[in-house]
């Protein structure tokens, strides 16, 4: 299962910086997390400083 980033994000950028298959970018407003490059691993969700980051 993919993760989402909600709109708690701060866009602080951790979670690009840690996804280790690159499938996190720079959205409107807030990151984005590409669900067909998402390996499911969950990494973001641990980086992400102000817990934006769940499972969809």
Do not use: L, N, Q, R
Not at 13 to 34: L, Q, R, S, W
């Amino acid at each position: 299962m993919a993760f989402i980033i909600t709109d708690s994000c701060v866009s602080c950028g951790t979670c690009a910086g840690a996804c280790p298959v690159g499938a996190i970018a720079e959205g409107d407003g807030k990151y984005v997390i590409d669900a067909d490059s998402c390996v499911s691993c969950g990494t973001c969700a641990g980086a992400c400083p102000v817990g934006a980051i769940e499972e969809a």
